[in-house]
């Protein structure tokens, strides 16, 4: 059944993975290039925009086909070939630019579904899908809630000061980042970057920074919300993302 797949889609990776030159969608968290699931795609090939233009020929009935058989027994490749399907369909058709780790893991798919590439790992393999299903559906990592706990009302009076930021999808994040909100230090300054005096750690969906050792300026915490985060991407390479109108800090 993979070789047949690999045979309906052959052309289609070809063309992909041979003038794919990753980049950084700086546009996916503005959404100016929306993306597509599986369910959308299955519509989309039972009866095609004309008005679309395409990349590459393919036979939709075949591909529809695909999207259509059940992964039975759990088989992973059935379940990675969904959303490797729907990648191809937004790349291609709706010529929306893959982030780097998602152009990574898109050639991975394809060389273990259509090549001689393939893994024995199907927590890999899932986790293939579950990165090109992230980036398919056009999620992202927003941030939800910003929690103070500690001594007092400013952050970083005392060792033990902590603030937990939550974001609505898993989180990493690189050698440096910094939290911030505009103004003056009247106006409410709250800038936050790794250094000596705190520990970040992140946990899934959750980054919690920690005080540990007391800060010369301690931050004001109530007087603006949080109005940017650097340094810190979602499963796919995209920066966060904070609201508009930010995130106050809860006590």
Sequence with gaps: MIR???AIVLALTLVLTMGLAPAVALADNDNQCVRYGQGYWKQWLADPDPEWECDYEFEAEQLLGMLNTPPRGGNADVILSYQFIAAALN?????CVMPPAVAAVFAAAAGHL????RSDDRAEILGWKDILEFWNQNKYAELLSVVYEG????????????MTFTFSNDVFITDYIEIDRTGSTSEGYLRLHKHAYMDFDVSGNVLTVTVNTAFSSPRILDMRPVEE????????GNPVVVPDDGV????
């Design 151 to 162: 001594e007092g009302d400013l952050f970083g009076s005392h060792i033990g000061d902590k």
């Design 4 to 6: 047949k797949l690999g």
């Design 229 to 236: 985060i650097t340094g810190l991407y979602d499963v796919v």
């Design 91 to 95: 790349y291609s058709v709706k010529g």
């Design 114 to 117: 259509l090549f001689d590439e």
């Design 248 to 251: 106050w800090v809860s006590p």
